[in-house]
């Protein structure tokens, strides 16, 4: 009882004395939250939405050099710069729709690839042998490397004259002296860089999720004698859906915005096959100068990948609420 | 008391707003220092850091005024000044690619070189005519002055040529084609020829050189593109037939992305000769070629000329250099630029970087006297031609330059290279550029 009693009453040594506690404007508990979360809503704006907004608008301007130095005063231009995105009949409307057709295929085949290399070496790591722990170290190094100086690496072995994949090949007998960087090659060689570049992360996020599956149920699996095959398809795969889920996800988006791999192993020389669809708008708003037209395409992209997220969140959850 | 909680956050979040906003305004300059953007001149940032630091020592001991120099590499000089001119933001003084000219001044971020300014400067005169031609829009007054002046010629390995019976250098394109192919050694791994065929500025300028001999006309008089025409494609086959026709090219440059990499190819030997501007002599001495190994020749015409076709030999090449109409220091920018272009600096920077200079008056220097510098000189000022002064020259060079590239790849991996190719490349690069999407005024 007096514990208490002077706990409430009397403050600390060293705080202020009651009375200006009192005069002090009092932060009723429903803000705190509010007043927490400020800053960082702030910082979202700021970072986030304002320049996505900014985009939008930029995409109904006609954004050219004529314009940039005084870019608050671009005429409006409605959704002229849409039109011609769009317009299949003309070279830039075809070129906007390979560069698309081209970035789903590389993005499809990239994650579909990185998943299953990734589940392939989460499994083979699963049992214990000895040499393991420094294999999943190796296999986590492509994740771990900078991104320049891996793609800088590839870029150098695909290298037509003294590249070691040519040499390779032709050591092997299988020909060599091909371009890799140029024409439809370009395409195997961005994604071949690409999947190596991304298929640890897939790795380590599939191997998380095999912890959490009990053993157990191997173990029941082995006993009513299902072989390794069929525990794969008919335990750990749909036991690692909530992971897989959000990386296919995650992975593909990553993809499918992917600007560095293609840059730096092409340079501004981007043969058509490996034209991306981020490299496509760099090039349409930084070597031309055109940035309403290079908006107007960015903010296709953003809604294209809104329906793909929306959609694809609808189906996986719909699934997993029948399962 | 719930309006006035809710008011302490907003003004919360204004508070931190200003602040940010505040560490984004720049810093108030200070009155006697200018900031320079150099482009890479020499063999590499830190040796132009050098150069231009030991000439502005004597700048500031004359006018006080010191100069903050930050050289930037070619590629990213464009994009750099691209976004100054959009923010706002950026040096008081800076050097730009003079193909650039028009499409800069379009932007309206450079300050404008009326009469009395080009007085400052002792006059237009002073300046070479092909050089003064190629710093803005025509009728009116040029958004930038020439700096450092750069012409086309053909290098040539003298040894190579003696083992191979040349004796003196070709006169004509078939000549041309002739020697490189006496040049070709494949089993020995030597070339005829080098050149940067996945490199987008050197293809659009080789276009625009050898379209230009067949008479195409690239714009009409309306700054309409028209380069999608038979003459011009008869000039861009004759450029990448060296790869895909005569051979006398190694197919692996149809991966070359930049003129260095082919300078590589020039000093090591692989090749024997080189088309290239007047400022790979650098590149070349650096990488171990000393100047008696090579000669210059002016890039040869067919002859006689195609009906229309001129001889033109180069394009009007080299660096500008221009005052931001941002700057808050005009006065001093343009007492720089004076300095920079006067008969003494421009004689040193000249001399220094391999380059030509652009005024008349610095032609003394002894050094401007080789055989080598001879021939770059004539060529700039009789047989060059400035590359069209209109705001979409940026977009000519990406287009084009980007369908000869694919030209090239075509070529590189064996596949033929008919003119119905080069016919087909050239208009959908035309297509491409006329509907800019809004790429006008």
């Known amino acids: 009882m007096t514990v208490t009693s002077t706990a409430s009453t009397a403050p600390p040594s060293g705080a202020e004395p009651?009375?200006?506690?009192?005069?002090?404007?009092?932060?009723?508990?429903?803000?705190?939250?509010?007043?927490?979360?400020?800053?960082a809503l702030f910082f979202e704006l700021l970072v986030h939405i304002v320049p996505?907004?900014?985009?939008?608008?930029?995409?109904?301007?006609?954004?050219?050099?004529?314009?940039?130095?005084?870019?608050?005063?671009?005429?409006?231009?409605?959704?002229?710069?849409?039109?011609?995105?769009?317009?299949?009949?003309?070279?830039?409307?075809?070129?906007?729709?390979?560069?698309?057709?081209?970035?789903?295929?590389?993005?499809?085949?990239?994650?579909?690839?990185?998943?299953?290399?990734?589940?392939?070496?989460?499994?083979?790591?699963?049992?214990?042998?000895?040499?393991?722990?420094?294999?999943?170290?190796?296999?986590?190094?492509?994740?771990?490397?900078?991104?320049?100086?891996?793609?800088?690496?590839?870029?150098?072995?695909?290298?037509?004259?003294?590249?070691?994949?040519?040499?390779?090949?032709?050591?092997?007998?299988?020909?060599?002296?091909?371009?890799?960087?140029?024409?439809?090659?370009?395409?195997?060689?961005?994604?071949?860089?690409?999947?190596?570049?991304?298929?640890?992360?897939?790795?380590?996020?599939?191997?998380?999720?095999?912890?959490?599956?009990?053993?157990?149920?191997?173990?029941?699996?082995?006993?009513?004698?299902?072989?390794?095959?069929?525990?794969?398809?008919?335990?750990t795969v749909p036991m690692l859906q909530?992971?897989?889920?959000v990386l296919i996800l995650v992975l593909f988006l990553w993809t499918f915005n992917d600007f560095n791999v293609p840059y730096l192993l092409f340079d501004q020389a981007v043969p058509s096959s490996a034209n991306l669809i981020s490299i496509h708008i760099y090039q349409n708003s930084f070597l031309t100068w055109n940035f309403g037209l290079g908006s107007a395409m960015s903010t296709l992209l953003l809604l294209f990948l809104l329906v793909i997220t929306a959609g694809y969140l609808m189906l996986t959850s719909r699934r997993s609420r029948n399962a | 008391m719930r309006h006035r909680r809710l008011s302490g956050v907003i003004v919360l979040i204004l508070v931190l707003?200003?602040?940010?906003?505040?560490?984004?305004?720049?810093?108030?300059?200070?009155?006697?220092?200018?900031?320079?953007?150099?482009?890479?001149?020499?063999?590499?940032?830190?040796?132009?850091?050098?150069?231009?630091?030991?000439?502005?020592?004597?700048f500031t001991a004359r006018t006080g005024i010191e100069v903050n120099v930050e050289v930037i590499g070619w590629g990213d000089l464009l994009n750099k000044i691209l976004g100054s001119a959009v923010s706002g933001v950026g040096p008081d003084v800076v050097n730009?690619?003079?193909?650039?000219?028009?499409?800069?001044?379009?932007?309206?971020?450079?300050?404008?070189?009326?009469?009395?300014r080009m007085q400052q400067l002792g006059g237009r005169d002073r300046f070479l005519e092909t050089s003064m031609s190629s710093t803005g829009m025509s009728g009116r007054p040029p958004s930038s002055v020439p700096l450092y002046g750069l012409s086309y010629g053909v290098f040539y390995n003298k040894a190579m040529f003696r083992e191979a019976g040349i004796e003196q250098p070709p006169e004509n394109w078939s000549e041309f084609v002739d020697v490189a192919r006496d040049l070709t050694r494949p089993s020995q791994?030597?070339?005829?020829?080098?050149?940067?065929?996945?490199?987008?500025?050197?293809?659009?300028?080789?276009?625009?050189?050898?379209?230009?001999?067949?008479?195409?006309?690239?714009?009409?008089?309306?700054?309409?593109?028209?380069?999608?025409?038979?003459?011009?494609?008869?000039?861009?086959?004759?450029?990448?037939?060296?790869?895909?026709?005569h051979r006398v090219v190694n197919p692996d440059d149809a991966e070359i992305g930049s003129a260095t990499e082919a300078v590589g190819n020039f000093a090591t030997g692989e090749a024997g000769m080189l088309v290239a501007q007047n400022s790979s002599i650098a590149a070349i001495r650096a990488a171990g070629m000393s100047d008696s190994e090579w000669g210059v020749f002016p890039l040869p015409t067919p002859d006689p000329l195609p009906d229309g076709g001129e001889a033109v030999r180069s394009h009007v090449a080299g660096t500008n250099i221009a005052v931001y109409r941002n700057s808050e220091n005009k006065d001093a920018a343009i007492e720089l630029v004076k300095f920079l272009t006067s008969a003494e600096e421009q004689s040193i920077l000249n001399e220094k970087y391999g380059s030509l200079p652009v005024v008349s008056d610095a032609y003394d220097n002894p050094a401007f006297n080789t055989d080598a510098l001879r021939t770059f000189s004539r060529i700039l000022a009789e047989s060059s031609k400035q590359v069209p002064m209109i705001p979409n020259e940026n977009r000519f060079e990406t287009t084009v330059g980007a369908a000869v590239r694919d030209l090239f790849a075509r070529a590189g991996t064996n596949r033929s290279v008919r003119s119905e190719d080069i016919a087909e490349a050239l208009d959908e690069a035309q297509q491409k550029m006329r509907s800019g999407g809004g790429s006008t005024r």
């Open chain 1, 18 to 39: 009651n009375g200006s506690r009192a005069r002090r404007p009092r932060i009723s508990k429903r803000s705190v939250p509010y007043l927490l979360l400020a800053p």
């Open chain 1, 52 to 235: 996505m907004l900014g985009g939008l608008w930029m995409s109904f301007l006609r954004l050219n050099q004529f314009f940039l130095r005084e870019w608050m005063s671009a005429p409006f231009t409605g959704l002229q710069n849409y039109r011609f995105a769009l317009d299949f009949d003309g070279a830039a409307g075809v070129e906007l729709f390979q560069s698309f057709a081209v970035t789903i295929a590389f993005a499809v085949i990239t994650v579909g690839v990185s998943w299953v290399m990734g589940l392939a070496a989460a499994l083979f790591l699963q049992r214990s042998f000895p040499g393991r722990t420094l294999l999943r170290g190796l296999f986590l190094v492509p994740y771990a490397l900078p991104i320049y100086t891996s793609v800088m690496i590839w870029k150098f072995m695909l290298d037509r004259s003294d590249g070691m994949v040519n040499a390779t090949l032709s050591d092997l007998g299988l020909g060599g002296e091909r371009f890799w960087l140029l024409g439809n090659n370009a395409f195997l060689s961005l994604t071949v860089t690409a999947i190596w570049r991304l298929w640890p992360f897939a790795f380590l996020a599939l191997m998380a999720g095999l912890q959490s599956i009990p053993t157990d149920i191997y173990d029941a699996a082995a006993v009513d004698g299902a072989g390794l095959w069929q525990q794969i398809r008919t335990i």
């Open chain 1, 242 to 245: 909530p992971v897989s889920q």
């Open chain 2, 17 to 58: 707003a200003s602040s940010l906003l505040s560490g984004c305004a720049r810093e108030q300059d200070d009155e006697r220092t200018l900031t320079y953007w150099a482009s890479n001149q020499g063999n590499s940032p830190q040796q132009d850091r050098r150069i231009l630091n030991e000439e502005f020592e004597k």
């Open chain 2, 96 to 116: 730009l690619g003079n193909t650039w000219a028009a499409s800069l001044q379009a932007t309206g971020a450079f300050v404008p070189f009326t009469e009395e």
């Open chain 2, 189 to 245: 791994e030597q070339w005829g020829m080098t050149l940067a065929g996945a490199s987008y500025t050197e293809n659009a300028h080789f276009a625009f050189m050898l379209g230009n001999q067949e008479g195409a006309q690239l714009f009409d008089s309306n700054g309409r593109a028209t380069f999608a025409s038979p003459r011009m494609a008869s000039g861009v086959q004759r450029y990448v037939e060296l790869m895909s026709e």
